[in-house]
């Protein structure tokens, strides 16, 4: 069964410094999304991306975050210069069309040290 | 904007048990609805959806879940628990534009602990 696939799974950097999130999404699928889950807290939508845009962005989402589809198959996550807040599990999702279900990534678990 | 409740932070129930997660929604049009379940360390998996037609949708693992428009509420149920149903669940919701924009709102998620 197609899956998402992220990597790395577990990423511990030190504060300002950059980090790229990788992810695989499923090949046929359009939509592509980075989440964020603060431990102990919900999941909290950061971007979505489609047609190499992207579409929308939350508050998060600012300007020390960028995403970006370099070779039609992987899509990333740039964090510029790390805060220890950033440190949370970061999730990639993509969906086939207009409103299918998202299929979620393993995640990353990003520590900002 | 759209908003998930989730009232239930921590539920514990027998094996064998029968189980409801309660989940209400706040969304001005017709919304668009998600269980998915995480178990420790691992990434979100899709129980169920709820996009248009029968109101009570079916899913994996035995679950299965009603809209209640005139309640806004979606609520998980299972007749009978499973040891290895002890995991998070989060309710979200999605909203479609013109752009295919299906971001999700969760909820807090509500932790189910199975005890023999």
């Known amino acids: 069964e197609p899956e998402v696939t992220q990597t790395p799974s577990h990423q511990v950097t030190q504060m300002g410094q950059e980090v790229i999130l990788r992810c695989v999404p499923i090949s046929n699928h359009l939509y592509f999304y980075w989440y964020r889950q603060i431990l102990g807290q919900k999941v909290e939508f950061l971007v979505s991306f489609y047609n190499n845009e992207i579409s929308e962005k939350s508050e998060i989402f600012d300007d020390q975050f960028s995403v970006e589809r370099p070779d039609g198959s992987n899509f990333t996550l740039k964090i510029r210069s790390t805060k220890l807040e950033d440190s949370a599990m970061y999730f990639c999702?993509?969906?086939?069309?207009?409103?299918?279900?998202?299929?979620f990534g393993q995640g990353t678990r990003l520590t900002v040290v | 904007a759209q908003s998930v409740t989730q009232p239930d932070i921590h539920i514990t129930v027998s094996e064998g048990a029968s189980l409801e997660l309660r989940c209400n929604y706040s969304y001005g049009a017709t919304p668009y609805l998600f269980w998915y379940v995480q178990s420790p360390g691992q990434g979100l998996q899709l129980l169920l959806k709820?996009?248009?037609?029968?109101?009570l949708v079916q899913g994996i693992k035995g679950f299965e879940a009603e809209f209640k428009r005139s309640q806004s509420s979606f609520n998980l149920r299972k007749p009978s628990v499973h040891w290895s149903d002890a995991a998070e669940y989060f309710c979200a919701v999605a909203q479609g534009t013109n752009f295919g924009n299906e971001k999700l709102t969760f909820g807090t998620g509500t932790r189910l602990t199975i005890i023999p």
């Open positions: 999702a993509s969906s086939e069309g207009v409103l299918t279900e998202a299929f």
């Open positions: 709820y996009f248009s037609g029968d109101t």
